[in-house]
């Protein structure tokens, strides 16, 4: 280092123009290496394409299984988009497992919430396992369903960018401070109201773990045993909370329990077998 020093006192333009030769050849190297990246990115887009339409093709032969296992390899390889889990929930629901097809259509819906092919194919299989139209969960739910948690913190954001300028204004020009009194309340509560919603779906998304049943029909017992009491059946597509977990001893090994909640309140143990997560 004290050498280095050295040079570059005793010879600065030498040193600088050593140190552009090298940054010249950093520049080209990376260049060089951006192409290579941008090279095997477009191979693996391609890739990709190709694969997703090979599913689309079994799909389309009624090759459901080929389907299925093709776009769940695509969707753990990369991040899945809407469409991809789109294609996957009808293959899962035209294999007849009606489960894993409503927790695909449910991962769609977190990206693209108002698609009406998604809505009304969701909807349709819901109704073939609890015989209504509506989505299980309370209104406020299924209202701050309506909008992804990206869109409720833009609305909230420029809300906030609306009320911050009018108060500004009112600052800059008092003598309009009457007139604007009535506009800044108004977007001081909407902002207030898209705010709480950004935190209710921020939650409801975050704080709150949802599955779906994946096994004809899932024992529901008062406890997390096999001798506990049975409280109910609930059948394959049976849309759940998940409230809390136990890992019992069971024979040689371990067996992980669930306990869940239906949209009709009905509580109770279920293996964790019986279930898939939806996110």
Known sequence: MNEL???FRVSGIRFCAKASGQLASCLRLWT????????????????????????NKWYEQARYAEAIAAYEKLAASNAPDAALLFNLGNAQFKAGHTGLAIAAYRRAQELTPRDPGLRFNLQFTRKSVTGAETAPGRFWQRALASLTLNEWTLLA???????????AWREWRPAIRP????YTAAAGIFFGVLASGTVAAF???FGIERAVIVVPEAIVRVGPLDEAKELAKFRDGTEVELLDRKEIAAGSGRQLWRLVQNGAGQTGWVKDEAIVPVR
Not at 157 to 167: D, I, R, T
Not at 179 to 182: E, F, I, M, Q
């Open 5 to 7: 020093m050295k040079r």
């Open 32 to 55: 060089a290496m951006s192409g290579l990246v941008a090279g095997g990115a477009l191979l693996a887009a391609d890739d990709t394409a190709t694969a997703f339409d090979q599913a």
């Open 157 to 167: 954001a420029l809300a906030l960018w609306l009320w911050c300028g009018l108060l």
């Open 179 to 182: 007139a604007l009194r009535g």
């Open 203 to 205: 939650q409801q998304q």
